[in-house]
């Protein structure tokens, strides 16, 4: 049983341009351009949405686990806070492409570096065997 309904991609509605009604000039070219940009921004968007409501059921998933754990799990606790984190992270991000508002979110310093979920990842000293 998931806590969050599955998202799925959003069907791309592409013209037909395979149209043949007259001869091709350049304004009907640009047209066609334009048309299949726009229609390419609007998929791009629909995207963004599908994602962003993503990200918004993940953070009501882990607010609930943290509401759950507070007092009782405290590892579980923090990891479900540290992963809450990183969700509305990401939330924030899709939040600023789809022009709701700046997200105020710091930059990170390379692609997988966490400030939240990175001590997690790695093995303390003192469980390495030695």
Known sequence: MAACPDAY???M???NSNSSSGPDTSNETQS???MQYSGLQGGVRSLLQVLVE???CAIRVYTDICNITFGKDHRTY???LAI???EI???AWFSEFLGEGPSGHFRRGGPGESPYTSRFLTVPNS???K
Do not use: M
């Open 9 to 11: 991609l959003p069907e």
């Open 78 to 80: 923090e990891l479900s």
């Open 54 to 56: 993503a990200e918004r």
């Open 89 to 91: 992270e990401h939330e």
């Open 32 to 34: 066609a351009s334009e």
């Open 13 to 15: 509605h592409r013209g």
């Open 127 to 129: 469980h390495n065997g």
């Open 84 to 86: 809450l984190n990183e």
